[in-house]
């Protein structure tokens, strides 16, 4: 059995038994069909962050409207989530900020505005409702939602370069940094603690299942930008758009299967890896795959 039909065998089973959504990121809903989605809904369960909805939307600006409406749209098709913060603090019990649990409503109002704008000019006559009653113009949405996105990605990258220091990576070294599976194991039992810093070993193992797949990103991320590096060079050379997957891997979870989809090979490496390096460490395998191409996802979808 090669490891193609083993993956496809695993999800098939899976999903028999009601355990798994496959998450779309942009670069799955731009490169599946509209159809080809259609068909994928009649057969599994697919879902769509906000983060990537926003993404999305923040081309609606673009010089070519009726292209990026399109590829807009399509986020009608999979199940819309909450904002990734805010489902895993509901999860956790965290704290998060309480705007975020307003963007898939208003962003359920921005699909539906779109659908009945056939230019750009159309959509700037239509408005948004959000749950305080603030009414928003569809004026300028595009660009806007693109400078909130800007945003996102600054904490990202601040995030990504206070990294270094805490893995201890030598810059002497760059090209020849190697992620071990203990180190990675340390870094996310750490993560998981500072998250719930009490006795309750049950939480804290919660915690480690629920942060592991973004924190295991994030470390898989950092290593790369690191071994791209000039030898002795200290600054990173960060990608914004990785701030995207790296928030949609708040919602996975190694005690799911839950499943995204994606065709950036920088994030199926580091989903990837994450859970073979775990798996080298751990005393009981995980059976979460975490992540798969387009072309994987589509097969298995024909098989």
């Known amino acids: 059995m090669t490891l193609d039909t083993e993956l496809y065998v695993d999800c098939a089973i899976k999903y028999e038994l009601g355990l798994i959504m496959f998450i779309l990121d942009t670069s799955a809903i731009r490169g599946i069909s509209h159809p080809k989605l259609t068909e994928a809904k009649s057969k599994v369960g697919i879902a769509v962050s906000t983060q990537t909805v926003l993404e999305l939307a923040s081309h609606l600006d673009d010089p070519e409207y009726l292209r990026a409406r399109g590829n807009f749209l399509k986020c009608q098709i999979p199940l819309l989530l909450n904002d990734p913060f805010w489902l895993l603090s509901d999860k956790l019990h965290l704290s998060a900020n309480s705007t975020r649990g307003e963007d898939k409503l208003v962003l359920s109002q921005l699909l539906l505005a779109v659908q009945q704008s056939q230019s750009l000019a159309d959509l700037g006559t239509k408005t948004l409702t959000y749950p305080d009653g603030t009414i928003a113009s569809c004026i300028d949405a595009g660009k806007i939602i693109e400078e909130i996105l800007q945003k996102e990605e600054v904490t990202y990258i601040a995030h990504i370069k206070s990294l270094p220091a805490l893995a201890g990576l030598d810059p002497l070294l760059n090209g020849k940094h190697t992620l071990t599976s203990e180190a990675l194991f340390g870094y996310l039992a750490d993560a998981a603690k500072s998250l719930s810093p009490t006795n309750d070993r049950s939480l804290q193992a919660k915690t480690f299942l629920a942060t592991a797949p973004y924190f295991g990103y994030l470390m898989h991320r950092l290593y790369q930008y690191a071994n791209r590096r000039p030898r002795g060079e200290t600054e990173l050379c960060i990608d914004a758009n990785d701030c995207e997957d790296a928030y949609i891997a708040l919602i996975l979870d190694l005690n799911t299967f839950d499943t995204l989809v994606t065709n950036d090979y920088g994030t199926?490496?580091?989903?990837?890896?994450?859970?073979?390096?775990?798996?080298?460490?751990?005393?009981?395998?995980?059976?979460?795959?975490?992540?798969?191409s387009n072309d994987e996802f589509l097969r298995f979808i024909e098989s």
Do not use: F, G, H
Request: proline share 8%; aromatic share 0%.
């Open 268 to 292: 199926l490496d580091a989903l990837k890896n994450t859970t073979i390096r775990l798996n080298e460490i751990l005393p009981i395998p995980l059976n979460s795959s975490l992540v798969m």
